[in-house]
């Protein structure tokens, strides 16, 4: 389990490593602001599909498989960013990105709880939780410490740093045993759909998808608001600091999963989703007040209620269905994330067009409010038939 946890840790980090250096590559490339969003977006449009894709041939094809071959598009996307001279290199790395990260997620959680005993499901998928937003987290930390204080090669360098840990990546998968499937299996044709079996389909949207999906929208507007933040109120040009508080706000919810108060699931699910809707309108509040402490206290509170929310959404995710599911309905649990965190990107991007920055985030927390009131109401009719 520990060898497959770092091979996500590493995985998740280069998911997220480019992210300090969008103003670089403005510069460099004169992008437009517009220009900038699509090579944000384009990672979530070719992510979304191939999430689906794994997550339903995966079992078929071999997860270990899937898994190794995310690995080598990574790598190939690294390439491209390594050789890159024209912007549509840009584009087709983080095309292949997208497509790497997106084959990636959903099968490694299931392949993860494949390497384990019944009896420590539970503790695979929250330690599984846990390693992605350190990993997400650690990301932008290490590529903004490295263009900021390294100064050599700042659209390389970063880049070599990251082909070595991806390198790691693949050699402690080579020492991870795979999965079995039955002599004779031949590749079924299936029809590509969001897989969750409807059976579960209602609470499953409703305590897992939904949750998760406010989880990533929440934390999206607050990536939306740091930067503008670190610059016009912090009045930095520091490419670090937006990538640690960033490390912050993500390690916080990781480290908040270890908190042992409460440990009823439903209960720490109501807290959570609470804590993050309140940590979201503090730190919006500190946007239009320029309050460093109000920042600071938003990501903490946000932090501990994402930490939760996202740990209960993961565990009713492998809970919920039978373990041959498994796979395809951890993919349409990640489809949801992906799906929220690109809401405040092309959210605010719209929004801003008729409204200030804070004030279009206003109206994101607004729909991400709704959302949680909702939760909240059905949680108390899941409670009633939950057993886990």
């Known amino acids: 389990m520990k060898r497959m946890l770092l091979v996500s840790i590493l995985m998740s980090c280069g998911a997220t490593f480019v992210t300090p250096l969008f103003p670089l590559y403005s510069e460099a490339y004169r992008l437009n602001s517009l220009q900038i969003t699509i090579l944000f977006a384009i990672y979530a449009a070719f992510l979304l599909p191939t999430l689906l894709i794994a997550g339903e041939k995966g079992s078929t094809w071999g997860l270990k498989r899937v898994i190794r071959l995310s690995i080598w ?55 599984s939780g846990v390693t992605i937003l350190i990993g997400f987290g650690l990301g932008p930390a290490i590529a903004g410490l490295i263009v900021q204080y390294i100064h050599y090669l700042p659209l ?18 080579e020492t991870v045993p795979k999965d079995t499937v039955p002599k004779g299996q031949m ?26 999906f406010t989880v990533f929208t929440i934390q999206g507007i607050a990536f939306a608001l740091i930067p503008n933040f670190v610059k016009n109120v912090i009045h930095t040009s520091n490419l670090s600091v937006s990538g640690l508080i960033i490390f912050a706000l993500l390690s916080g919810a990781a480290l908040a999963q270890f908190i042992p108060w409460p440990s009823h699931p ?62 395809r309905v951890i993919s349409v649990f990640y489809l949801c994330a992906y799906s929220g965190f690109i809401v405040p990107v092309i959210g605010v991007g719209v929004l801003t067009q008729f409204f200030s920055l804070n004030h279009s985030l206003i109206v994101l927390n607004l729909s991400a409010a709704i959302i949680v009131i909702y939760v909240l109401i059905y949680s108390v009719r899941f409670n009633r038939t939950y057993s886990g």
């Not at 912007?87 to 709880?113: N, P």
Request: hydrophobic residues 55%; without cysteine.
């Open 73 to 127: 598009i990574s790598i190939a996307s690294t390439l491209f960013f390594l050789a890159g001279n024209h912007s549509w290199m840009l584009y087709a790395a983080r095309s292949l990105e997208g497509i790497a990260y997106g084959a990636f997620t959903g099968t490694a959680a299931a392949f993860l709880m494949k390497q384990t005993s019944p009896s420590q499901i539970s503790a695979a998928l929250k330690l």
């Open 156 to 173: 390389q360098l970063p880049y070599w740093i990251l082909l070595a840990l991806l390198i790691l990546s693949l050699i402690v998968l």
């Open 187 to 212: 590749p079924v044709k299936t029809k590509i759909s969001l897989g969750v079996p409807g059976n579960i389909r209602f609470p499953f949207f409703s305590m897992s998808g939904l949750p998760i």
């Open 266 to 327: 439903i209960t720490r699910m109501r807290f959570g989703i609470l804590l993050l809707a309140i940590g979201a309108w503090v730190i919006v509040s500190s946007g239009l007040t320029s309050s460093l402490p109000l920042l600071w206290s938003g990501i903490f509170i946000q932090s501990i209620g994402g930490g939760w929310a996202f740990q209960i959404a993961l565990r009713l995710t492998g809970q919920l269905p039978e373990p041959k599911e498994r796979t």
